[in-house]
């Protein structure tokens, strides 16, 4: 479908959506919208999303000035600049989310598994992501690809390609690491997870998932 056909600004709550196939769209695109303003929670995203000439691409929202908690992404993001596997441009919250989907474009200098940049006064926190970023270009990292004063907090990502958890940071961010797949499979990983939030997450066969999944 094109993006225009479906929600390009929420102020209010969406809850309980998930979203597949294929999604196209031009600036701030994402599967469940492309501005948000209000709360998105326990959603998910399995489309492909493509912008072939735009910026703030994501597979939940592209632009968030609100909060996205307990969703995630396992759909492809393709675009030019600011591509992230949640949000491409975070202003706002992102809690209890992971990222399995890749991001492709090679000429993109913004890259990130959870959001592209995160801007001033803004959080990231219990996150991973196991998607591959790629490091065509500056400013990609697992997590965040530029840090400009977000709380980053108890976040992992993949160690399966040649990035760090954040690319281009102005702050000092804690207790986030690169992990091992073996060291993301484990129990110890899911109660890392959980260890400062009411239980969010569940073991699987792979990865940690989402208590709703």
């Known amino acids: ?29 994402g599967a469940i919208a492309g501005n948000n303003k209000g709360i998105i929670e326990n959603c998910y995203n399995l489309a492909t999303i493509e912008s072939n000439n735009g910026n703030e691409i994501g597979g939940i929202t592209g632009n968030n000035h609100g909060i996205i908690k307990e969703c995630y992404n396992n759909g492809k993001i393709i675009g030019i600049n600011y591509i992230g596997g949640i949000v491409g441009l975070n202003y706002g919250e992102v809690i209890n989310c ?20 995160s801007r001033e006064g803004t959080k990231i926190i219990n996150c991973y992501n196991v998607g591959l970023v790629g490091n065509t270009s500056y400013n990609n990292g697992s997590i965040l690809g530029t840090n400009a004063g977000v709380d980053v907090n108890n976040c992992y990502g993949l160690n399966n390609e040649k990035i760090e958890i954040v690319g281009f940071s102005e702050v000092v961010f804690e207790n986030c690491a690169m992990k091992s797949e073996e060291e993301m499979k484990t129990k110890e990983f899911l109660d890392l997870l959980d260890s400062n939030t009411e239980k969010k997450w569940k073991k699987s066969e792979v990865y940690p998932k989402l208590y709703w999944e």
């Open 1 to 29: 479908m094109k993006f225009q056909d479906w929600l390009e600004q929420i102020s209010g709550t969406i809850r309980n959506l998930g979203i597949s196939g294929n999604v196209k769209g031009s600036y701030s695109t």
């Open 98 to 117: 992971y990222n399995t989907g890749n991001l492709d474009h090679i000429r993109c200098m913004h890259k990130g598994g959870i959001a592209a940049e």
